[in-house]
């Protein structure tokens, strides 16, 4: 079982790029994948370089698993870019995480429209500095109206606090009389979600070899298929996303039944 959850360290043995295209191609394909890009740090550490290095080794492979998301028909593709627990981290490291936002968008907005892809977020703006703010609503204008991929980034986001705010907004509800305490159904706190217009994620992937969730999209998980892998976030490539793929098109997703199985 255990085997099933994480990803290997080498190719060996594994299908060409062309062959898992095929493979991956020939069934169904995850309709939203959601990545905890983890091991940028751990990354940069191993080439003796400072932690920075590592995390703009890592907006290089957002670049790259956004087209490869893209090529192979993903349809939603949410990365954990910055938690609300990471504002805890050297004051340095976080200001030059506020700044990726404006590096990656800027110079890869051209592709972006040109792939039709739409750029999203989920998690708490107010907050952030200026110029993040500003580079992430400009792209999110720029993009509204395309049609295909959705890029999604949690930024300054925190599951906990997601449920907090869908919970408040339904207890206004309430007050206003709107809704009744017996009346609240998952369904109403699905609908008040940050994500209540996006299809739930089908498979999460974690890199860097780390086995829990981290206070990701808490609500949104509770069906999705989970896939971990020791590759650190910048060495993560399109080989390392349709290996997932693959194991996930092998898995056999009852949601509670027994879809697959006799009954007997």
């Not at 609503?137 to 907090?164: D, H, P, Q, W």
Request: net charge negative; glycine share 6%; hydrophobic share 40%.
């Amino acid at each position: 079982m255990f085997k099933k959850l994480f990803g290997k360290n080498s190719n060996t043995g594994q299908p060409s790029n062309d062959e898992s295209m095929d493979l991956v191609k020939g069934e169904e394909v995850p309709t939203h994948i959601a990545i905890i890009m983890d091991g940028n740090g751990r990354w940069a550490k191993k080439r003796a370089l400072p932690r920075v290095a590592g995390h703009h080794e890592g907006m290089q492979t957002i670049r790259k698993i956004t087209r490869s998301a893209c090529d192979l028909g993903i349809k939603v593709l949410t990365l954990y870019a910055f938690s609300t627990e990471n504002w805890k981290r050297p004051k340095s490291e976080v200001e030059f995480l506020m700044r990726l936002p404006e590096q990656f968008l800027n110079s890869f907005l051209p592709e972006l429209m040109e792939r039709n892809i739409r750029v999203e977020m989920i998690g708490v703006m107010d907050t952030l500095p200026d110029y993040t703010q500003r580079a992430l609503t400009n792209a999110m204008e720029a993009t509204k109206n395309n049609t295909g991929l959705v890029l999604n980034f949690a930024m300054n986001y925190g599951g906990r606090a997601e449920i907090v705010m869908a919970m408040q907004r339904l207890m206004k509800d309430v007050e206003a009389g709107t809704l009744t305490i017996d009346e609240l159904s998952e369904q109403h706190i699905s609908q008040h979600i940050m994500t209540a217009h996006l299809p739930e994620p089908d498979l999460l992937i974690r890199t860097s070899g780390e086995v829990r969730i981290s206070n990701f999209m808490l609500w949104q998980l509770a069906y999705t298929e989970f896939w971990f892998t020791d590759t650190h976030w910048p060495d993560f490539d399109e080989a390392c996303l349709k290996e997932a793929i693959l194991v996930y098109q092998n898995r056999n997703r009852r949601y509670g039944g027994l879809k697959g199985e006799g009954t007997n």
